[in-house]
Structure formats: structure tokens, C-alpha cells
């Protein structure tokens, strides 16, 4: 029996299966006695304060394995739990409602968990687990006996279960537990992020595993194709074994890749980015050997909070990835916020079509004083490194002047203040909407370099909600309509002289990269896992072939036959790990 997942971390696990079953934790909506509030705020204070104690003791064996970019996750699930507008909406339940504070306290997070589920990033939406990891270990406390049992596992296994959430995934002992399998989650979930850090194999958002399998199974997991096979005969599993020798081989032929240049046979160099969303990841952009940061996604200042970020909290945090990844530049998009992405203070509320609706430029535009304060915090970090700014969702040239001209402002101001700033800081614009192709030319004319989001561009070229399940198997980068949307956007770049990138999840593919070189883009942005991966698929291919492929894609009309294409062409071209997205058992 076999199923498939998103492949959360690498590596080969076979082994006997643990099943871990979800918790229940029972909370009764029945009325606190007359008297009997404050002991029941007590209660709820020392389950809080023991959550405090749990998470300090993880914080600290994270930091002592892994460093302190890694523990500042668990700093986050800390500031959840000292929430003081939780701390708030539970007592004042308790004392005005006479309201249990396990009903009260499990409703609030709930509501968090569910703001973040309709956000369309993908790594905001995954912040959603550690809501729902606090809210656990707070429960436990409060109504269990406190403990679980993943610590205490003696012999080695592979664990499924319904979920883990980060502070779980730091009690498993690498050697006791093989690999993980979960039903929910993702690649960019902070379970995923510790995983890889300790080197156990993860699959994730394996929908309805737990219903077939159970402890004592012997199951393979392949962290790499995202690919679960249950009880496999003999002749697979000397297969999984062949496979896990020899990635591990190739592992260390991608570390030895780290400080080399993403360099084409015949010369060509293609800049590679990391995408990040937190000052914390600057290690992981170093340890993957990434030329830039060609993302830094700048979101997580305005969400889940009360109160606006100022100029100089921005800064500090700007200033601080420029200066450690100097002298690697760092691209700053700028905030992408609204429909589902909610940040209350910005007066934003729900919206039947929050993608087609009051976002990105649009919402940065109607709010001048909040935008211009952004881009002065990106202005002064300039001065300390290699600082980049890219506007997200233009769909017209008015909208690009409007932010120029804000630009423009700011720097005026800060030149008249005398304080300092990166005069010659490049300003980009993303190409994510169909509108957006078919002007390329007017809008490189205003700007230094044109980055395209993939993921975007592909939902708005075909229509396709990409979080909609029923239309998973339509969205797809390869279909011909986006492929000569990026084609034409190139084109555009180079005709005004301007460098064009790809940083949406299509440029973490070996595969696309190699169609995406071919297409003559000059910088690629992905995920940090996904980097090393491009980099030795750029340094096994000539340009040439590259393009010549990319002509040659051009020319058809469906997405399969693109894919065979790509199939066909880049098994001669590609080592063979390279290609490993799919198991081939």
C-alpha cells in the first residue's frame, strides 16, 4: 500500500510504525460553581506557567543542538502564551461569564488557528500549527496529566500520527525514532523546519494514513518524493535501502556544493536566492550557500498583533539581515497584506474574493503613512548592506508611479535629515497577474529588475484557486499560458535592460530551473531546502541545451506535453537524485 505527501524532510527511514493517537482532551461547557471563579484563573495560570516551563527546557536542548535561530521558534509559541489578550478573554470568561477556562481558552485559539488557515502564504498559513501546539500543551496541563509519551519511546520506530507540532517534534531522539509520517502540515511548517534540522525523515499532509496503518506495520518513508509505502515485499525495501545509500552519498556531494557558484556548463551563472520570512533564517540562507535573499517576505510584522509596527522596529530588523548577509544582497518585498491576510488595525475585513480584492499595492497605496514608514525602515537598513525593495500585486503602471513617488518622498526626506541610505538601492516590481505580463515593458521602464511569482501568476493565468483541492490537478506552472507569460516577461527585461527572477515555488524544481535558465532568467529564488538541489542541476547542463529546450517548450500547447518534454530532455542532462520528486517503486 502506498501513499503520497509533501516531502518535509529528506532522508530514507524504514522500520516498524508507532502510532500516536490524537488527543482528546475533555472540556465541558458547564458553569463555574458561584465562588469558585478565581481558583478556576488560578488553575488556568499555573497550566500557562507550566507550559512556560516546558517550553523554556525545549528552547534550550534546541538551542544547544541545532543554534539560536532554530530556538527563537519555540520564542514564538512563548509570546502565544503570553498573549495578554488571551490572558484577558479567559478571565474575563471565567469571572463575567462563569464560563470554563478550558472552553474559553481552546474557542480563543481556535479562532487564531482559523485567521491564519484562510491566508494564502503558505508559511503564514502554516503558523497555524503552532497555535493549535500551544493550545495543546496548555490543555494538557490543564485538564490531562501533562505528559505524552513521545520521549519515552525505547526502541527504534517510525512515528504516525495525525499531527505533531514543533515543541513534539523536539522531544523525538534522532536513533529512537526513524522518521515521521503525518496527516497534516507542511514543507514550511515549524515541525518540517526542526525535522530537517535534526536530520529525521518527514512526510507530511499524508491524508488519511491513520486509517491504515497500524503499530507494528513495517512502512518506508521517502522524505525526499514525499512517498509512504506500507509493508513492502523484500525486493522494495533492498530498493529503499539502495535509494537511502545513495542519497546519502549525494548528500555530501551537495555540501561540497555549498561555496560554489550555480555556474552552466558552458559558462552561464545564474544568481540563486533563498526565500525567508524571518531575521532568524539568516543561517540557513548561509548554510545552503545561497548568493542572495530573493525573497524576504516582510508579513509577519503586521500580522497577529494589536498595534502597527513602527519605522524603528522594521529597521532594526532590516538592518540586521543586511548586515549578516553582507556583502549578498537581500530583496525586501514589501508588505503584502489584505483579504486573507488580516491585520485588523488596517481596517481590513472579509471579502468574497479576497485573492481578486483590497491586497498588496492596493491596500499599501490606501494607507501612504504606514507604506511610507515601511519603506524608510528599508531605506536606512540600505545603509548597512545590500539592500533590495520589490512592490508585490502591480497590475499597472499608475500603481508603480504612485509607489515611486513615495520613493521618492522618503528619499528627500532622509537626504535633508542627512541620515544615511543606499543611494543607488535597487527597486524591483513582481510580476503576479496577467495584467502585469502584457505591460512588462512600461513597467521595467520605471524599475531595476522585474521578479516573477510563479505561484500567483499561475492562479490568476488559469483561473485556479491554488488552495482549492478539487483543482489541485489543473494548477500547474508548466501549462504552456504561464510558460510563455514568463517567456514574454524575459523578454520585456532584457529589452529595457533589466534583470528578470523567479522566486515562487516553481524555481525549486531542478527540472523548471533548467527550463527557467533556458528562458534566459537571470536569478532564481527558492526555499532554502530546495537550493542546493538547483544549484548542482545549473552546474550539470549547458546553456545552450537549456535554451534550446525552453524554444522548443514554446511550441507546445498542454501542460503534458511540456512535462514529457522536460522528462525526456533533462534524464540525460541531470544526476539522478536530482530528479527523485516521485518514488520509482
Not at 507542511?186 to 518540517?192: D, F, L, M, P
Not at 535597487?426 to 529588475?449: K, N, Q
Not at 489543473?474 to 529589452?495: F, K, W
Request: aromatic share 6%; glycine share 8%; with cysteine.
Amino acid at each position: 500500500m502506498k501513499f503520497t505527501g509533501i516531502a518535509a524532510s529528506p532522508g530514507i527511514a524504514l522500520g516498524p510504525v508507532q502510532r500516536i493517537e490524537r488527543e482528546v482532551f475533555e472540556v465541558r461547557e458547564t458553569p463555574v460553581p458561584e465562588g469558585h471563579g478565581e481558583e478556576e484563573i488560578a488553575r488556568f495560570r499555573d497550566a500557562t506557567e507550566a507550559s512556560r516551563r516546558d517550553l523554556a527546557l525545549i528552547r534550550d536542548r534546541i538551542a544547544a543542538e541545532l543554534g539560536e535561530d532554530k530556538a527563537q521558534i519555540y520564542d514564538a509559541h512563548m509570546m502565544i502564551l503570553n498573549d495578554p489578550d488571551l490572558l484577558s478573554a479567559v478571565e474575563n470568561g471565567v469571572r463575567r461569564d462563569r464560563r470554563q477556562p478550558g472552553m474559553v481558552f481552546r474557542q480563543y485559539m481556535s479562532a487564531v488557528a482559523a485567521r491564519l488557515e484562510r491566508v494564502e502564504d503558505e508559511y503564514l498559513r502554516q503558523r497555524r500549527d503552532d497555535v493549535l501546539d500551544v493550545e495543546r500543551r496548555v490543555l494538557r496541563h490543564l485538564v490531562g496529566d501533562g505528559s505524552r509519551s513521545l520521549a519515552q519511546l525505547t526502541t527504534p520506530v517510525v512515528v504516525v500520527a495525525h499531527e505533531l507540532g514543533p515543541s513534539e517534534v523536539a522531544l523525538l531522539q534522532p536513533g529512537r525514532v526513524l522518521g515521521f509520517v503525518t496527516e497534516v502540515g507542511g514543507r514550511t511548517s515549524h515541525s518540517a523546519i526542526v525535522a530537517r534540522g535534526r536530520g529525521i525523515p518527514a512526510v507530511v499532509n499524508v491524508r488519511g494514513v491513520m486509517q491504515h496503518v497500524k503499530s507494528g506495520d513495517f512502512v518506508a518513508v521517502d522524505g525526499y518524493a514525499g512517498a509512504l509505502e506500507v509493508n513492502p515485499d523484500e525486493e522494495a525495501s533492498a530498493a529503499y535501502r539502495a535509494r537511502r545509500d545513495l542519497f546519502d552519498q549525494e548528500t555530501l556531494a551537495l555540501d561540497a556544493l555549498c561555496h560554489e557558484p550555480a555556474v552552466t556548463l558552458d559558462g552561464r551563472t545564474l544568481e540563486l536566492g533563498a526565500n525567508i520570512e524571518l531575521p532568524g533564517e539568516v543561517e540557513q540562507v548561509l548554510a545552503a550557500g545561497a548568493d542572495s535573499v530573493g525573497l524576504f517576505r516582510t508579513e509577519f510584522f503586521y500580522l497577529n498583533r494589536l498595534e502597527l509596527p513602527g519605522e524603528e522596529e522594521q529597521y532594526r530588523a532590516y538592518r540586521d539581515v543586511t548586515e549578516r548577509l553582507r556583502p549578498r544582497p537581500v530583496i525586501f518585498r514589501t508588505m503584502d497584506l489584505g483579504g486573507d491576510k488580516v491585520a485588523s488595525y488596517l481596517g481590513t475585513t472579509h471579502e468574497t474574493n479576497p485573492f481578486l480584492g483590497w491586497r498588496g499595492i492596493r491596500l499599501a497605496l490606501d494607507h501612504p503613512e504606514i507604506f511610507r514608514a515601511q519603506i524608510r525602515a528599508i531605506y536606512r537598513a540600505s545603509a548597512h548592506g545590500r539592500a533590495r525593495m520589490m512592490f508585490p500585486m502591480v497590475s499597472s503602471e499608475e500603481e508603480l508611479e504612485r509607489a515611486l513617488e513615495i520613493c521618492a518622498e522618503v528619499s528627500a526626506a532622509l537626504e535633508r535629515s542627512g541620515i544615511e541610505y543606499d543611494r543607488d538601492l535597487e527597486i524591483g516590481v513582481m510580476v503576479e497577474t496577467p495584467s502585469a505580463v502584457w505591460i512588462a515593458d512600461a513597467l521595467a521602464r520605471h524599475v531595476r529588475f522585474l521578479s516573477i511569482g510563479t505561484n500567483d501568476l499561475t492562479q490568476y493565468t488559469l483561473a485556479i484557486d491554488r488552495d482549492n483541492a478539487r483543482l489541485a490537478n489543473l494548477y500547474d506552472p508548466l501549462n504552456p499560458a504561464v510558460v510563455r507569460s514568463i517567456h514574454h516577461t524575459v523578454q520585456a527585461g532584457q529589452e529595457a535592460g533589466r534583470w528578470v527572477g523567479v522566486c515562487g515555488e516553481m524555481a525549486g524544481d531542478p527540472r523548471n530551473a533548467v527550463l527557467l535558465l533556458g528562458l534566459g532568467v537571470n536569478e532564481l529564488s527558492m526555499s532554502c531546502f530546495d537550493l542546493p538541489r538547483v544549484k548542482a542541476a545549473v552546474r550539470s547542463v549547458r546553456y545552450e541545451a537549456a535554451a534550446a529546450l525552453a524554444r522548443e517548450a514554446l511550441t507546445l500547447s498542454s501542460s503534458h506535453a511540456v512535462k514529457g518534454l522536460l522528462h525526456d530532455a533533462i534524464e540525460t542532462m541531470l544526476p539522478s537524485f536530482l530528479l527523485a520528486k516521485r518514488s520509482p517503486l
